[in-house]
């Protein structure tokens, strides 16, 4: 193989890794948190009190945090 092939199987995986660390990321902290963060604020909106909308916050956080981790990580 050639210098400059060598170089680009070593860009290609390690992109692969980025982008493997990025969707892990986004996929386990991202989605469960903005579904939370968006069951908070509409829990508030209803007027449903602050604790409420902490408990069914964390409560969307960590069930979409097990969805996740079930069926869309490998």
């Known amino acids: 193989m050639t210098e400059e092939a060598m170089q680009r199987a070593q860009d290609a ?3 692969r ?3 493997q660390a990025i ?3 986004s996929a386990e902290i ?3 948190f903005a579904l939370a963060l968006t069951m908070f604020f509409t829990n ?3 007027a449903n009190g602050i604790w409420l ?3 069914a916050g964390v409560a969307v956080y960590v069930f979409v945090y097990f969805i996740v981790k079930t069926f869309f990580s490998h």
Do not use: D, I
């Open 23 to 25: 969707m892990k990321a």
């Open 44 to 46: 508030l909106v209803l």
């Open 53 to 55: 909308s902490l408990f």
């Open 17 to 19: 890794k980025s982008y």
């Open 30 to 32: 991202g989605v469960p």
């Open 13 to 15: 995986e390690e992109h």
